[in-house]
């Protein structure tokens, strides 16, 4: 699961498709949606700001089922928003660049990197963070399996390791091995815990 060296390759490639993916914000998707090179496609190359005169306005976001109205400028990603003016500190900072997966979150059904997307993207659509991921029945059971194989050593990435692999869950009730090599791929973990992640998969995909 660990990226290969063609991956930035196929990033930098990605960056240069600055088109959206047509699916981008359903909340229905496939595999093909929760691959890395998605996150690239539907938001490293946004182009319109919903700016006041100031470059800031209030916004209205919908943060595991509890409105916020936070008056920020647009461009400000929604990672800060999320940890700095809301108070949810779960979803972590990592590279700042999309690579590492730490900052993953939710929003409208999909994981995004929100190290990178602006919280003007974010707006009227629902944002779900590690806080509330194990009140879905694909997050609790990700949980669930994580705990019982023990999968975290240092901890810090573990947020957006669970919420990528519940992102796959929901999207294929049975993965198979290049299923999760595919989807995770864009997921670092330092400490090198990848096979108890592959194994807390699998185990959470049997129930």
């Known amino acids: 699961m660990e990226p290969q060296g063609g991956a930035q390759a196929a990033n930098d490639g990605a960056m240069r498709d600055c088109r ?7 909340r229905k998707c496939n595999l093909a949606d929760l691959r890395p090179r998605w996150y690239f496609r539907a938001f490293a190359c946004t182009g319109e700001r ?16 509890k409105s916020y109205a936070v008056d920020v400028d647009g461009d400000i990603p929604l990672l800060w928003v999320l940890r700095d ?8 900072f990592g590279c700042g ?11 409208d059904g999909l994981p995004v990197r929100s190290c990178i997307l602006p919280v003007a993207e974010a707006a009227e659509k629902p944002v779900t963070t590690i806080e509330a991921i194990g009140e879905t029945p694909e997050g609790k059971k990700i949980q669930a399996a994580w705990l019982d194989i ?6 810090y990435c573990q947020s957006g390791q669970i919420m990528s692999a519940t992102a796959l869950l929901a ?5 198979t091995d290049a299923d999760i090599d595919a989807v995770m791929a864009g997921n670092i973990c330092r400490c090198g ?15």
């Open 150 to 155: 023990d999968v975290v050593q240092c901890g």
């Open 85 to 92: 003016t809301i108070g949810l500190t779960g979803t972590k």
């Open 97 to 107: 660049i999309a690579m590492c997966g730490a900052c993953t979150v939710h929003v």
């Open 50 to 65: 919903l700016l006041g005169a100031d470059g800031r306005m209030p916004y209205n976001l919908t943060v595991n089922g």
């Open 20 to 26: 959206p993916l047509k699916n981008a914000t359903s």
């Open 171 to 175: 999207a294929n009730s049975q993965p």
């Open 193 to 207: 815990t990848y096979p108890r992640i592959r194994a807390a998969i699998k185990q959470a995909a049997r129930g």
